[in-house]
């Protein structure tokens, strides 16, 4: 069980550090990381970039028609060192407790050409589509992205050492040796350790920043800290920098880095011109060593040269502070950079597989009994004559026992599951929320009940557009779930595969497989439900499917 996470500052507050912790485990499986590394040690870009769920828009061939064949070897060149997957991993997470990627995602990767091509990343087209990015190459021009062509060691191996940089570390990570053993208590800074230990300092800093010391958390990472003229405006202004920025030693480390970048000084406004009053600057002069933070002048706003968000620190640093990601836990090239002095792993590194579920105990006519998995059945110490008298109570509608009620519970999504339960359901749709066919392949292997409904009434099947179809529909069918069972907002499979960005040829296949069309849309017995479905959808690429709808 994870430890209870610390009330550490804000912007890393408990409830985002446990949405970062589900990120962490589901969104970039150690399959993928595997077989995208294999991809690129054979020199084969595209096949990484498919392995970690990308797809790619452009060919080279294209690329050298269209911009000329310098611009076509440079991108070459930067495409044999992207890392596919380090992208995924560093890419946010949508609004709130939300693990899947923001529906408005795009960053700007490389420039070519002086400034007139870009590489691009952008997310899916909405929160529950499948959870793919695109990979674009093509003219620059307005766009709303954020830029990322200044943090190649997000995405580029050649630039992996920049990493723990962009955690406030140098050498090794504030509050942990080089080898990702946490320093004990004894060994962090009771006071102010002044500039000779950088990252003594960096930990004073982000001490004094945890413990509402915002002055002196920024002075320690290097800031000076100049507060509005009018006293009246004093406290808004410290308080804007808690609630606006990250970590100062980040915060600093970044600002150092763009300055670098534009090889002069730099300004920047963090923060909402709606929020007038909770926006900051923050400079750097041209060698990065006087770091000013103050209230922006008017319209200041409009020349800010980074992205709104960009200071925001990444989460692995406080995850692994907190004890809810192990450093063998992380991205390999996120470990070989934050610990560069830890020994080889003895196995894999990367999320952990899922494990077989376990046993669990559940209270029944007053005693506890023990549930476990067999078959993809929830077996317990009941023998055949309690299951046939259990039936026969449901039947005459009795109330039924515990580990009958358990079992009922997990196949319709109606009523409560012991806390063990919950968790192993949430597991397995996690990981098909986030298209891990393998992993969800895995626990049914183990034993696991493929016949689950969530708490909205969903199914796997409610789940084919972001999983591999082709691989796990016809186990879920041959277990007999309902191709036309609906949710509790009343959708079907097929409905969700039509509104949810579902391949056509998984549309197709559910209609071949006898999918309901007139239960495609908001009602039963609706005519010409699937083709009003698929028109309100605006999906143009099923209009082929609509013969006899």
Aim: aromatic share 6%; with cysteine; net charge neutral.
């Amino acid at each position: 069980m994870a430890p209870d996470v610390p009330a550490l500052g804000s912007p890393m507050a408990a409830d985002d550090l446990r949405a970062w912790q589900r990120v962490r485990r589901y969104r970039v499986p150690r399959w993928m990381i595997e077989q995208a590394e294999r991809h690129r040690r054979a020199g084969d870009w595209r096949g990484a970039c498919a392995a970690a769920r990308m797809d790619v828009t452009f060919t080279l061939d294209g690329v050298a028609r269209d911009f000329g064949a310098g611009v076509a070897g440079r991108l070459a060149a930067d495409l044999r060192h992207f890392v596919p997957d380090l992208l995924r991993w560093h890419l946010p997470r949508g609004p709130g407790d939300m693990t899947v990627f923001d529906e408005h995602l795009m960053f700007l990767l490389a420039r070519y050409d002086d400034r007139d091509a870009i590489l691009q990343v952008s997310g899916p087209p909405s929160l529950d589509a499948p959870q793919r990015l695109r990979l674009t190459f093509g003219p620059d021009g307005p766009h709303t992205g954020r830029d990322w062509t200044g943090a190649r060691h997000l995405f580029d191996d050649r630039y992996g050492g920049g990493l723990i940089a962009d955690y406030g570390g140098a050498g090794r990570l504030p509050f942990f040796h080089a080898d990702g053993t946490p320093r004990a208590p004894h060994e962090l800074p009771a006071s102010d350790p002044g500039p000779g230990d950088a990252m003594a300092r960096a930990e004073w800093s982000i001490m004094r920043y945890e413990d509402g010391d915002v002055a002196g958390a920024f002075g320690a990472a290097g800031f000076e800290v100049r507060p509005p003229a009018d006293p009246a405006e004093h406290g808004g202004f410290m308080a804007a920098l808690r609630r606006r920025l990250g970590r100062p030693p980040v915060l600093a480390a970044r600002l150092r880095r763009l300055a670098a970048a534009g090889n002069g000084p730099v300004t920047t406004v963090i923060g909402s011109p709606y929020l007038s009053r909770e926006m900051v600057a923050a400079e750097a002069d041209g060698d990065g060593g006087r770091l000013l933070l103050r209230p922006p002048a008017p319209g200041e706003y409009r020349d800010a040269k980074a992205a709104n968000d960009w200071h925001q620190p990444f989460p692995d640093a406080d995850l692994l502070r907190a004890g809810l990601v192990a450093p063998d836990e992380l991205h390999p090239l996120v470990r070989s950079a934050l610990f560069p002095a830890r020994a080889a792993a003895e196995g894999p590194v990367g999320p952990p597989d899922p494990e077989p579920p376990g046993p669990v105990r559940v209270r029944c006519r007053g005693e506890w009994h023990e549930v476990r998995w067999a078959g993809g059945v929830l077996t317990g110490p009941h023998g055949p004559q309690d299951e046939r008298r259990e039936q026969a109570l449901r039947a005459l509608g009795g109330r039924i026992s515990g580990c009958f009620t358990v079992r009922g519970v997990w196949r319709t999504g109606q009523g409560q599951l012991p806390r063990a339960l919950r968790r192993q359901r949430g597991e397995l749709f996690l990981r098909a929320v986030h298209g891990d066919t393998p992993g969800v392949l895995r626990m049914l292997d183990a034993g696991m009940d493929p016949c689950v409904h969530d708490a909205q009434g969903r199914s796997l099947l409610h789940f084919l557009h972001a999983m591999n179809h082709r691989l796990i529909m016809p186990r879920l069918l041959a277990a007999g779930l309902d191709l036309n069972a609906r949710d509790r907002s009343g959708r079907t499979p097929l409905s969700v595969a039509v509104t949810a960005h579902g391949s056509p040829a998984l549309v197709r296949a559910l209609l071949e497989a006898g999918a309901d069309r007139g239960l495609g849309a908001t009602g039963p017995g609706l005519r010409g439900g699937f083709r009003r479905l698929v028109e309100r959808a605006e999906r143009e690429d099923l209009l082929p499917l609509l013969d006899g709808s």
